[in-house]
C-alpha cells in the first residue's frame, strides 16, 4: 500500500536515543520509498530502504547540485533562488565538477596513509585520557575526549593552527548542530569561510608540510581551496565527534555488547562498523531528479527531490538481521553509513583509524566508565541538526 509522509519528523522516541523517528521506522514497513509532500505544495519522495537508498546514490540521474534543492522540508521556499554551491564545496555539485576537487585529495586518504597516521593518533588519544584521568573521577566526555581528538587531527592535516581551533569547532557547532537561527547560521557559515580564506593566504606566502600546502602546486584558485578546506574541516571534525561521543553512550547502555569488546579487543574493527550503522549520525541526504525515473515501482518526475534516509536503510529488516540490536560480532556488513557511489565520503578511513583507537583507549583505560546522570538526562542534539550526537556526555568512574 502507497504510503504518505504528512511531515518531516522533529524528534525521536522517548526512551530510543539511538533509534531513527518512529514515522521513518514506520514508513519503511509500509515500504522502501513513500511520498513526501513539502511545505511549498511540491511532491517529493522519501526513501527508507537500503537497496533503493543505494541505487540512487549510485545513479548519476539523481543530482546532488545546491541550486537544483528549490525546496524545503520545513519550510515554503516559493520564489526563493537557490545559489549553487561556492567554489570548492563539492559535496553539493555533480560531475565533472565534483572530480575536479575530490581527484586531488583521494590521494591523500588513502587507506594507507591513514594507517600512518595511526601512531598520532593514538598519541592524541593517550594525552587527553591523561588529562580526564588527572582532572577526574568525572568528565563531560564530549568536551574532554570526543571533540578535541578529531580535532586535532584533521587541524594538523590541514595546517590549520591549533590554537585557533576554539573558534571554529563554535561556528561549524553551529551551522552543523541544529539549534541556531538563521541569522546566526549563516553569521557562523560566513565567520568560517573568512578563516579559511585568510589560512589559505597564509599558506601561499609560507607553504608548510599539509594538506592544504600540497594543493597549492594545482591549478585551484584560493576561493576553491577556501571551500574544499570548508568541506574537510567540518566533516573530518564535526561526523567523528559525534560517532565517538555518542557511540561510548550506546555501549554504556548496551553493558553486554561492551564487556564483550573489552574482552576481546580483536572485536574492535566489527565494533567501529557495527557502531557506525547502528548510529548512522549522518542521517539522510537529499537528490533531484534529472530526468523522470522509475524508483521502487514509482516514477519520479525530473525535478523531483528525494530524501535518503541513511538510518533506516542502516535498520532495514530486509538487509540487516534484527536491525534494531547492537551486535559488535554482526556478520551482515556493508553499511551506508558512509553514503555509497562518487560522493562516498573522503574521510571514512581516517574516521575509522580514530574510532578505532579511540573507543578501546578509553574502555581499557576507565574499566569503570559510566553515565554520571541518568540515560534520559542525557542532552542529544535536535533532529533538525546535520550530524545527529550529544552535545554533552557527563560520565564518571572509580578513581
Known amino acids: 500500500m502507497e504510503h504518505t509522509f504528512t511531515t518531516l519528523p522533529t524528534a525521536r522516541q522517548s526512551g530510543c536515543p539511538f533509534d531513527p523517528p518512529k514515522e521513518l521506522l514506520d514508513a519503511r514497513e509500509h515500504g522502501p520509498i513513500s511520498r513526501f509532500p513539502f511545505p511549498d505544495g511540491h511532491e517529493g519522495w522519501m526513501v527508507t530502504g537500503y537497496d533503493l537508498v543505494r541505487s540512487v546514490l549510485a545513479d548519476p540521474r539523481f543530482s546532488s547540485r545546491k541550486e537544483l534543492m528549490r525546496h ?194 580483536t572485536l574492535t574493527d566489527k565494533a567501529v562498523e557495527e557502531l557506525l550503522r547502528y548510529l548512522s549520525v549522518a542521517k539522510q541526504f537529499m537528490r533531484t531528479a534529472l530526468e523522470d525515473v522509475e524508483l521502487g515501482g514509482q516514477t519520479i518526475k525530473a525535478g523531483s527531490m528525494v530524501f535518503l534516509s541513511y538510518h533506516t536503510a542502516n535498520r532495514d529488516p530486509e538487509r540487516f538481521t534484527d536491525p534494531h540490536t547492537l551486535d559488535i560480532q554482526r556478520q551482515d556488513g556493508g553499511h551506508l553509513a558512509f553514503g555509497h557511489g562518487i560522493h562516498q565520503c573522503l574521510g571514512q578511513q581516517l574516521a575509522r583509524v580514530e574510532l578505532r583507537v579511540a573507543f578501546p583507549a578509553l574502555l581499557n583505560r576507565f574499566p569503570t566508565l559510566r553515565l554520571a ?27
Request: glycine share 6%; net charge negative; charged share 25%.
Open 72 to 265: 524545503h522540508p520545513l519550510m515554503d521556499l516559493s520564489g526563493f533562488e537557490m545559489p549553487p554551491a561556492p567554489p570548492g564545496e563539492f559535496l553539493l555539485m555533480d560531475e565533472p565538477q565534483h572530480s575536479r576537487y575530490r581527484k586531488p585529495l583521494v590521494g591523500k586518504f588513502t587507506v594507507r596513509r591513514m594507517r600512518l597516521l595511526t601512531e598520532r593518533v593514538e598519541q592524541v588519544t593517550a594525552e587527553h585520557l591523561d588529562a580526564m584521568e588527572k582532572a577526574g573521577p568525572s568528565a563531560d566526555l564530549v568536551t574532554a575526549f570526543a571533540k578535541p581528538i578529531p580535532s586535532i587531527i584533521i587541524c594538523e592535516l590541514l595546517g590549520v593552527p591549533y590554537a585557533d581551533r576554539g573558534s571554529f569547532q563554535e561556528n561549524i557547532d553551529k551551522f552543523l548542530g541544529g539549534e541556531v537561527g538563521d541569522e546566526e547560521l549563516i553569521a557562523a557559515y560566513t565567520a568560517t569561510q573568512q578563516y579559511l580564506a585568510e589560512l589559505v593566504a597564509a599558506k601561499r606566502a609560507n607553504p608548510t608540510d599539509d594538506l592544504l600546502s600540497d594543493l597549492l602546486d594545482s591549478d585551484l584558485t584560493d576561493e576553491e581551496l577556501k571551500g574544499m578546506s570548508l568541506i574537510l574541516l567540518s566533516a573530518g571534525f564535526d561526523t567523528t565527534a559525534n560517532m565517538l561521543a555518542l557511540g561510548t553512550f550506546a555501549l554504556l547502555q548496551n553493558p553486554e555488547q561492551l564487556a564483550a569488546l573489552r574482552a576481546d579487543p
Open 373 to 399: 546522570v541518568p540515560a534520559e538526562e542525557v542532552a542529544l542534539r535536535p533532529e533538525a541538526a546535520d550530524i545527529y550526537g550529544v552535545k554533552s556526555l557527563p560520565v564518571t568512574w572509580d578513581a
